[in-house]
C-alpha cells in the first residue's frame, strides 16, 4: 500500500497531528495584538489594553506545495500549521514583577515570541528585552525552588534514588537562575532535558524577539536589528524587525496587492513569513512533502529525522509498517514532471528507515498494515 491509498481509506485519522505552538509575549501595549494581527491576517481589536488571549491557526506559505499542485492536480492541497496565541501575562515589570501568573496554554508553547515597543517616543527595547528574560527567571526560579522542596521531602519518605539525579539537575538550573541566567544557556544534554521538560520552563523556550518599530524607521531597520543583535549571540534566540502597525493595515488585500504595497514601502518579506522562518530555525524544523493524487502536502519535522520517523508523522501505522521510501528532490520533480518520467531518468531513489530526510524531499512512503 502507498501513504496515497491510505490516505484516502483513513482520511478521517489527520486531524490529529498538533501544528507547532508559537506564544506572543510582551509588556503591555508593546504590540503584541497588532503583530498577531500581522501574522496571523486577523483583524482583532487593538490598544484596549484586552486581557483576552487570541489564537490562530497560520498556513505556512510554501510555493512548493503551489508548484507541485500545478502538476500533480489533486484533489486537496494542505499546507502545514502554526498555531499562535496572543496572550498577556507578563507585566513587564522585570525584577520587580510578583506573582507572575503564566497560563498553562502560554508555557505549553514551543517557541515565544517577544514583541518589543522600538516605536514609541520612549521606547527601551534594551531594557524591555532583559525585563522580559527577568520575568521569566523570577518565574522559574520560583517553580525550581518549591519543586526541590517537594521532591526532597518525598524521596525522604519513600527513600526512592531514582528522583536523586532530578534534583540535581534542579538545583543546578537553580544555581543558574540565582545568577539571574535564563535556563536555556545551560548545556543540558537530551536525558537531562527530558527529566525537567514536564516543569514547562519559560527561560528554557526559544525565541523570537521582535521589534515592532515606527512606520518612520521602516528604511532604518538594518540599524535596528544591528544594534540589538548582541541579544541573539547564541542560537536560541533571534531577531526580527517589523512595523506591526503597517502590516496590519494591509490585512485583507489580495496577496498581489499586498506584496506590491509592502515592496513600495521597502519591505522585501511579509510579517508572516519573516515570523515562520525565524521560527523553523529556532526550531530546527524543516518541510517534506507528498504529491499523491488525493492531496499534495508539505509536513513538518526536526532536522536529522530519519524516513521511517517521518513516515510516523502522516500516520503511526505507515511509521510501523514502513518498507521503503520513495524520493525526489522538490527540484528534480519539478524539472521531470512526472513519477514515470522521474524513474526514466534516474531521479527517484529507494530509500531504507535510516535514510534522514531533506528539505523538499517528495516522498512516496510504501508499507504494510
Ligand atoms: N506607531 C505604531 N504604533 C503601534 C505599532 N504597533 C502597535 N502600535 C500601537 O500600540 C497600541 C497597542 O497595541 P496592541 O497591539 O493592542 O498592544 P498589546 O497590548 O501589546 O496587545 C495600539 O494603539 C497600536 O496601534 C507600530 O508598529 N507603530
Ligand atoms: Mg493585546
Same mark, same amino acid.
Given at each position: ?142 517553580? /525550581? !525552588?518549591?519543586? %526541590?522542596? +517537594?521532591?526532597? #521531602? ?7 534514588? =531514582?528522583? &536523586? ?106 510579517? /508572516? !513569513?519573516?515570523? %515562520?522562518? +525565524?521560527?523553523? #530555525? ?7 512533502? =507528498?504529491? &499523491? ?77
Amino acid at each position: 500500500m502507498t501513504a496515497a491509498d491510505f490516505l484516502v481509506a483513513k482520511a478521517e485519522l489527520f486531524s490529529h497531528i498538533p501544528p507547532m505552538k508559537l506564544g506572543i509575549i510582551g509588556k503591555p501595549q508593546s504590540g503584541k495584538t497588532t503583530v498577531f494581527n500581522a501574522a496571523c491576517q486577523m483583524q482583532v481589536a487593538v490598544g484596549d489594553y484586552s486581557q483576552a488571549v487570541h489564537r490562530s491557526i497560520i498556513k505556512v506559505p510554501d510555493k512548493r506545495v503551489d508548484a507541485l499542485a500545478e502538476l500533480v492536480n489533486p484533489k486537496k492541497l494542505t499546507y502545514a500549521e502554526i498555531e499562535m496565541l496572543d496572550t498577556p501575562g507578563f507585566s513587564g515589570k522585570g525584577k520587580e514583577a510578583a506573582g507572575i501568573e503564566i497560563s498553562e496554554d502560554l508555557k505549553k508553547i514551543d517557541a515565544l515570541i517577544a514583541v518589543i515597543d522600538s516605536f514609541s517616543q520612549d521606547a527601551n527595547p534594551e531594557k524591555d528585552i532583559q525585563d522580559l528574560i527577568d520575568e521569566m527567571i523570577i518565574h522559574d526560579q520560583t517553580v /525550581v !525552588e518549591s519543586n %526541590i522542596t +517537594k521532591k526532597e #521531602k518525598k524521596m525522604k519518605q519513600t527513600g526512592e534514588k =531514582t528522583m &536523586a539525579q532530578e534534583i540535581d539537575i534542579l538545583k543546578r538550573c537553580l544555581a543558574q537562575l540565582e545568577e539571574e541566567r535564563p535556563l536555556i544557556e545551560m548545556d543540558l544534554n537530551d536525558d537531562e532535558l527530558k527529566l525537567i521538560r514536564g516543569y514547562l520552563f519559560m527561560s528554557l523556550k526559544p525565541m523570537l524577539i521582535v521589534l515592532n518599530i515606527a512606520e518612520d524607521d521602516i528604511s532604518k531597520s538594518d540599524e535596528i536589528f544591528t544594534s540589538l543583535e548582541k541579544f541573539v549571540s547564541d542560537s536560541k534566540r533571534e531577531l526580527a524587525v517589523m512595523c506591526g502597525k503597517i502590516e496590519m493595515e494591509l490585512v485583507g488585500l489580495e496577496e498581489d496587492e499586498h506584496l506590491e504595497f509592502l515592496e513600495d514601502l521597502g519591505i522585501s518579506t511579509p510579517a /508572516v !513569513e519573516i515570523v %515562520i522562518q +525565524k521560527a523553523y #530555525k529556532l526550531l530546527g524544523l524543516m518541510s517534506f512533502l =507528498t504529491a &499523491a493524487e488525493p492531496e499534495v502536502r508539505a509536513w513538518t519535522i526536526k532536522i536529522g529525522t530519519n524516513a521511517q520517523r517521518a513516515a510516523g508523522v502522516i500516520h503511526s501505522d505507515i511509521e510501523r509498517g514502513f518498507i521503503r521510501a520513495e524520493v525526489t528532490s522538490y527540484d528534480d520533480y519539478i524539472e521531470h514532471k512526472t513519477p514515470a518520467a522521474l524513474k526514466a531518468a534516474g531521479k527517484q531513489r529507494l530509500e531504507g528507515k535510516e535514510y534522514r530526510v531533506k528539505d523538499g524531499d517528495v516522498i512516496l512512503f510504501r508499507f504494510n498494515v
